[in-house]
């Protein structure tokens, strides 16, 4: 049975550029940009830990990090109130089932 998946949040706030590209390029292979420090991001609860133990690997006690858990409902409902194309998902994508 496959790990259930949730769309998360996740903002940043480092303080170092240096610091701040290594973050930056490891959420890319996590999810995309949404905003300039902000990820959105697939992951099952096995992907996140592994994110949040490789970013605090990265990061300094000065830096801010919050990762967000939408619900589904939450999810449906972002083009409702939100400028049009804030929240696209590209539905051709193939799953892997």
């Known amino acids: 049975m496959a790990e259930a998946k949730n769309w998360y949040l996740v903002c940043y706030d480092i303080r170092c550029q240096k610091r701040w590209r290594k ?3 490891l959420l890319e292979g996590y999810g995309e940009r949404v905003q ?14 592994k994110l949040r133990w490789q970013l605090e690997k990265v990061l300094s006690k000065d830096d801010d990090l919050i990762l ?3 619900s589904h409902q939450c999810v449906r409902d972002i083009p409702k109130y939100n400028r049009p194309n804030t929240w696209l998902l590209d539905e051709n994508k193939f799953k892997i089932l």
Do not use: N
């Open 36 to 49: 300039y420090s902000m990820f959105r991001c697939w992951l099952s609860q096995r992907m996140r830990e």
């Open 23 to 25: 973050a930056y390029k």
């Open 68 to 70: 967000i858990r939408l």
